[in-house]
């Protein structure tokens, strides 16, 4: 993969009239590029594969942990993607060291969640297979500012009526690369709806940046394939041994 996008050109990606920070890159990829990742997840071990309720993922780099992450030596094919972003500028210094892909199949998504404080406040999301929304919600009442836990967060949106904090949606093309920082980051949840369709709305907030849908369209989902990529700054050089005094 060779860099198409410098750091100087970042500024013309940021996404309009929205919490401090976003950026959306569509064509991120060229449709080979996508299609040689999409065939590397799934040449993947079956061990490697998580299946949990809604969605299925890979995990690569490490297991994120309060303690420390064990830092294990990324795949070619996802240190290639990991070094295209780095050269973004958006990590800063900072080189990204783990990636979490996830499978959505058609109807699947995903609650409103934080990242949390394991990980370098920026989101990287590469896109591939099909589009999806991605949702965004008001911070949780008394929750402004508070850095807490990824499972907290999930546990207090699922309590809470999403549908009186929704606030915008942004459009994930194929081969499109979403950046999220700052506010977005730290004080908004972001999920995906369960369902098959999606019907674009006004509240698509970088549907100026998307390639031909307009409001009114109805968007039909396909199996999407979702790579996060991020740095986890806290990490270990030995094997942790929990459980053990």
């Not at 992450?69 to 990324?74: A, F």
């Not at 996802?78 to 210094?93: K, P, T």
């Not at 109805?218 to 270990?236: D, G, Y």
Request: charged share 20%; hydrophobic share 35%; glycine share 6%.
């Amino acid at each position: 993969m060779e860099t198409k996008i410098h750091p100087q050109d970042l500024p013309r990606f940021r996404v309009q009239n929205v919490p401090q920070t976003a950026y959306y890159i569509p064509d991120f990829l060229t449709e080979e590029e996508e299609s040689y990742l999409l065939a590397k997840v799934y040449a993947a071990p079956k061990p490697k594969w998580t299946q949990l309720s809604n969605r299925r993922l890979q995990n690569w780099g490490g297991l994120p942990h309060p303690k420390g992450m064990v830092v294990e030596k990324l795949p070619e094919w996802l240190q290639m993607c990991a070094d295209r972003i780095h050269s973004l500028g958006v990590f800063q210094d900072k080189m990204p060291n783990h990636v979490l892909v996830n499978e959505y199949q058609q109807g699947q998504g995903i609650m409103p969640h934080e990242d949390g404080p394991l990980f370098y406040p920026t989101i990287t999301t590469v896109n591939l297979g099909s589009h999806t929304l991605l949702d965004f919600y008001k911070p949780l009442p008394g929750g402004e500012g508070d850095a807490g836990s990824t499972e907290q967060a999930n546990i207090e949106a699922s309590a809470a009526p999403c549908d009186e904090r929704y606030t915008m949606s942004f459009l994930l093309e194929p081969r499109s690369l979403l950046v999220l920082q700052e506010d977005l980051y730290h004080h908004f949840l972001h999920g995906i709806a369960e369902r098959s369709a999606d019907s674009i709305t006004d509240r698509v907030t970088n549907l100026a940046s998307c390639g031909g849908a307009a409001v009114g369209d109805t968007l039909t989902r396909a199996t999407r394939v979702s790579l996060t990529i991020r740095h986890v700054p806290k990490t270990l050089k030995v094997q942790l041994r929990l459980g053990r005094r």
